[in-house]
């Protein structure tokens, strides 16, 4: 038999101030922020965009997803809002393109009474925290937002949640990020399977699926859910994200110029949540399921829920062009806040576990990894004292970190 020669090439490497793991809205944010700093930028990700970003549906909620024993989440939520005008303008100057922010406020309404009763429980939780929410007469609410169903038994008005299109503000970083002429950062196509150490220990650079290493000053993790699997040559750093399932479904109202829907529309149908966001262009997004999974299944009754649970809320959406069902794992953590910071081992710098706040939380990432790339006291001291709960030295193994 004839021997078969195979030639590979050796893999390429690449030597770059800041290697980024990850290329969803966090990996990209980060990257782009490095390349703000003059930075040369290389961004790992075997297919960029394509998790929770290309599943999420954009709500940018720092009211409607405040929850109990959650004070500096929200505290990091409420600030991060504020940021997105800004950020929006600097990332559609610099790109030339449309992000899709709609500061149109979002409507919650009840299916049931015992909906009723938890929104009730919300509203105060709201009042407590300084959060704007006002209760409605069902009336008003119909006034605001003619499209809501007609079994409803409590409103409430949230005029600072507003939404932006995450497909769109990705695609905007990544026509900065991906080799643009004149920048030195670029987006290489492959998963980053592990972390490179020095003798002296520290991070110098990550391996990826093809066997190419790539070195870096810094390396940046922010690998959602598939952050733990990196860590094994740094048994010192824990990052603790999980997966926790979620499908959206897209649908298209182009076709039903009589469907007007014009806020975002979130609320419970017998204790189970679903929103409806709208945006500008006619597209609609229902979401979304939320499922202690790590698969990517999407389970038909999971769909019908949602459908389900959507049109109690906003009938007209039964009439609407069906487009797709999205399956995304957002990175969740321990205490549902994210982790974003340096670590103690030099060179590696943690920015996930954004969980159900990836898109909201952008624009305070950016401002963080500006802070840590730039050394700047003076932007170190405009974050935002909570964002000491996000230290990525929290899960530390005991007796790291003092
Ligand atoms: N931010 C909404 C969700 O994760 O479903």
Not at 96 to 116: F, I, P, R
């Amino acid at each position: 038999m004839r021997a078969l020669t195979v030639s590979t090439p050796p893999p390429a490497t690449t030597v770059s101030d800041v290697l980024v793991l990850g290329g969803g809205i966090i990996g990209a944010v980060a990257s782009w922020r490095a390349a703000c700093l003059g930075l040369s930028v290389t961004c790992l990700d075997p297919s960029p965009g394509s998790g929770a970003t290309w599943a999420a549906a954009g709500m940018l909620a720092p009211v409607t997803e405040a929850s109990f024993g959650e004070p500096d989440l929200t505290a990091l939520c409420v600030d991060s809002a504020r940021r997105w005008p800004a950020f929006a303008a600097e990332l559609e100057h610099a790109s030339g393109l449309d992000v899709g922010l709609a500061e149109s406020g979002t409507l919650t309404v009840s299916y049931d009474q015992g909906d009723a009763q938890e929104a009730g429980r919300l509203h105060a939780l709201h009042g407590m925290l300084g959060l704007a929410s006002e209760r409605l007469t069902l009336a008003e609410a119909r006034v605001r937002e003619p499209f809501l169903g007609s079994r409803l038994s409590a409103a409430y008005w949230v005029s600072g949640d507003h939404q932006v299109d995450p497909r769109a503000t990705h695609r905007a970083l990544m026509s900065i990020i991906d080799g643009r002429p004149g920048t030195r950062s670029r987006v290489v196509r492959s998963a980053a399977v592990r972390l490179v150490r020095s003798p002296a220990g520290e991070v110098v650079g990550a391996v990826d699926a093809t066997g190419a290493t790539h070195a870096a000053g810094l390396v940046v993790l922010a690998a959602g859910a598939d952050s733990p699997g990196l860590l094994g040559a740094v048994p010192e750093v824990v990052v603790p994200t999980r997966a926790v399932r979620g499908q959206t479904i897209r649908l298209d109202s182009r076709g039903v110029p009589e469907f007007g829907l014009q806020h975002v529309v979130r609320g419970t149908v017998q204790m189970r949540p679903v929103y409806v966001v709208p945006r500008p262009g006619g597209e609609v997004v229902v979401g979304a399921t939320s499922e202690e999974r790590t698969d990517h299944r999407t389970p038909a009754g999971s769909v019908y829920a949602l459908l389900r649970d959507a049109r109690a809320l906003v009938p007209g959406v039964d009439e609407l062009d069906f487009r797709e069902v999205t399956t995304g794992l957002r990175p969740g953590t321990p205490d549902n806040v994210p982790i974003i910071g340096q670590t103690d081992v030099p060179g590696l710098a943690v920015a996930t576990g954004h969980y159900r706040n990836g898109v909201l939380l952008a624009p305070l990432t950016a401002a963080a990894i500006d802070a840590l790339l730039s050394g700047d006291d003076a932007l170190t001291s405009a974050l935002p004292a909570a964002l000491a709960s996000a230290d990525p030295r929290r899960f530390s193994c005991v007796g790291a970190h003092a």
